[in-house]
Structures are given as C-alpha cells and as structure tokens.
C-alpha cells in the first residue's frame, strides 16, 4: 500500500483482534481501542478513510435507525479482490 498510515493499521490490527469479521463499528467503540492519540475525531476521520479506500472498512449510514455512521469490518482477503493500490 503507498503512503501507508500506521494509526489506521494498528487501528485495523485491533479491530481484527476483537471482533469478528462483519462487526459494524460506531465512532465511540474505535475511540475505545485507545489507538487514536488524545481520541482526537481527526485522526479518527483520517485513519476510518484510509481503511475504506482500501476496502478493510466498508462504510455504514444509520440515517434510518437514528443517525450516524458506521464501519464495518472486512477480512483482507475480501479487501484485496476490491481494493486498488493509490
């Protein structure tokens, strides 16, 4: 992956630990991980992006069920068939 971001793998890396692959993540359970340094929602927004672009997340709308998003938690086998490297 070019210009890898290392909060976001570690961040991945702990989810991957913790949850089963398909789990749906809300902002306050990956602040939870104390990956994100001072919890701060940027870094967070950063490190979430980076993981959907190369397909580890998949991205969630709770627009319906109260509001919010979500991500959702994709193996890296899945991700490699869908991700393209940027």
Same mark, same amino acid.
């Given at each position: 992956?070019?210009?890898?971001?290392?909060? &976001?793998? &570690?961040?991945?890396?702990?989810?991957?630990?913790?949850?089963?692959?398909?789990?749906? #993540?809300?902002?306050?359970?990956?602040?939870?991980?104390?990956?994100?340094?001072?919890?701060?929602?940027?870094?967070?927004?950063?490190?979430?992006?980076?993981?959907?672009?190369?397909?580890? #997340?998949?991205?969630?709308? #709770?627009?319906?069920?109260?509001?919010?998003?979500?991500?959702?938690?994709?193996?890296?086998?899945?991700?490699?068939?869908?991700?393209?490297? #940027?």
């Amino acid at each position: 992956m070019a210009g890898r971001d290392r909060t &976001a793998e &570690a961040l991945y890396s702990w989810c991957r630990e913790n949850y089963e692959i398909g789990h749906v #993540f809300d902002q306050a359970e990956l602040l939870s991980a104390g990956i994100i340094p001072d919890q701060d929602i940027h870094i967070l927004l950063a490190a979430t992006t980076y993981l959907v672009k190369n397909s580890l #997340f998949k991205l969630h709308d #709770f627009k319906n069920a109260g509001g919010g998003i979500g991500w959702e938690l994709i193996s890296q086998e899945r991700a490699a068939k869908y991700s393209t490297p #940027f």
